[in-house]
């Protein structure tokens, strides 16, 4: 079996470029940004009611967790304000006009998947690597979205620590290494939460040994919205009902069974950073604060990343105030630039792009 993975390996390796230049070739940038958020005093308790129960290829039991937050949705106590890192997403792009898309804008960080069932290393990041590039990397199991994870947890050590060893000569160019993405997605396709916690242990504890940081999958950012709203009391709780969509018809219980099941599932697993997705429909209520510290905070984790953020209308403006409202808010914060399809993400123009 490992001479087979192995063999495949360098064929997927040699043949990378060739393999997906029809589909996503994510990009993200490098750049601190020039100034950062003042700090806003309030405060934040967390009582949780329940304690996870130990297991590993079974389901977890749905259960209820309150994580109230004690303030409107504007004065949420965050952490220190941070230096924001602003990088790119473009979909279905050459690996040409990425770069010339990156180069325009002075981003030197590219976002770029791998798919550790299939490799343990990729041309296109060597190729970026050796040219100068930051790479943050998504590691994935299976290549796109299939409900499931691995559960070979012996081939997934073994495909790990290939991974890191070969990256470990550039990891002072690779920020950050994130563990699947969306994993409320994949769930909802049928994957399941104790198999998605340990390939993220195993992931986080060989990327340690190699003194790599690790994010995990990011929560998508309507489930964020909606679980938001369960820890806001008060004002807090009507203002952000009335600027984000929280759906309490809409089998609204199994949203919170599922986010404080994750979040407790994941407080002792010791990853680096709380990744968030978030995006914008057509207005920005400045809620990204209050949503990420809350969600941080509730998986037990000091800091915050955001590998996909972006808008869905076509407006300079409403880019603008998202770039505001997660700047000093997040580590790392990755614009994703789409196709302008309906109801997704716009394609970013160059004046969006110099606001990163």
């Given at each position: 079996m490992a001479s087979a993975v192995k063999i495949f390996d360098e064929i997927f390796y040699l043949n990378e470029e060739y393999i997906h230049q029809l589909f996503l070739i994510p990009t993200i940038k490098l750049l601190q940004s020039l100034y950062s958020m003042l700090n806003r005093k309030a405060s934040l308790y967390a009582v949780l009611i329940f304690m996870?129960?130990?297991?590993?290829?079974?389901?977890?039991a749905p259960v209820i967790q309150t994580i109230r937050v004690t303030s409107v949705s504007t004065?949420?106590?965050?952490?220190?304000?941070v230096q924001t890192v602003f990088g790119l997403i473009e979909k279905q792009s050459t690996t040409e006009q990425t770069r010339a898309d990156m180069d325009g804008a002075g981003i030197k960080l590219i976002r770029i998947p791998i798919y550790l069932s299939q490799t343990s290393k990729s041309k296109t990041i060597d190729d970026y690597l050796s040219s100068g590039y930051s790479v943050q990397i998504n590691a994935n199991w299976n290549y796109g979205a299939d409900g499931s994870f691995p559960t070979d947890t012996n081939l997934l050590k073994s495909q790990a620590d290939?991974?890191?060893?070969?990256?470990?000569?550039?990891?002072?160019?690779?920020?950050?290494?994130?563990?699947?993405?969306?994993?409320?997605?994949?769930?909802?396709?049928g994957g399941k939460l104790p198999d998605?916690?340990?390939?993220?242990?195993?992931?986080?504890?060989?990327?340690?040994?190699?003194?790599?940081?690790?994010?995990?999958?990011g929560i998508r950012s309507s489930t964020l919205g909606r679980w938001t709203y369960s820890?806001?009391?008060?004002?807090?709780?009507?203002?952000?009902?009335?600027?984000?969509?929280?759906?309490?018809?809409?089998?609204?219980n199994s949203v919170l069974n599922l986010v404080n099941t994750y979040a407790v599932g994941v407080q002792k697993i010791n990853f680096d950073y709380s990744?968030?997705?978030?995006?914008?429909?057509?207005?920005?209520?400045?809620?990204?604060?209050?949503?990420?510290?809350?969600?941080?905070?509730?998986?037990?984790?000091?800091?915050?990343v955001c590998n996909e953020f972006g808008v869905y209308t076509n407006a300079y403006n409403l880019?603008?105030?998202?770039?505001?409202?997660?700047?000093?808010?997040?580590?790392?914060a990755i614009a994703y630039s789409g196709l302008g399809e309906p109801n997704k993400a716009i394609k970013l123009t160059s004046s969006m792009l110099d606001l990163l």
């Open positions: 996870l129960t130990a297991c590993t290829k079974q389901d977890i004065e949420i106590t965050k952490s220190p304000s290939a991974f890191f060893k070969y990256y470990s000569v550039y990891k002072t160019q690779i920020p950050f290494v994130v563990v699947e993405n969306e994993w409320d997605y994949e769930v909802s396709l998605y916690f340990t390939e993220l242990s195993i992931i986080t504890s060989v990327g340690h040994k190699y003194g790599f940081k690790i994010a995990d999958a820890q806001l009391t008060g004002d807090a709780q009507t203002q952000w009902l009335n600027c984000y969509y929280v759906g309490l018809s809409a089998d609204y990744n968030v997705h978030w995006y914008n429909a057509s207005k920005c209520s400045n809620g990204f604060a209050t949503a990420s510290q809350a969600f941080m905070k509730a998986c037990n984790k000091k800091q915050v880019f603008n105030a998202t770039v505001n409202e997660i700047t000093g808010n997040a580590n790392y």
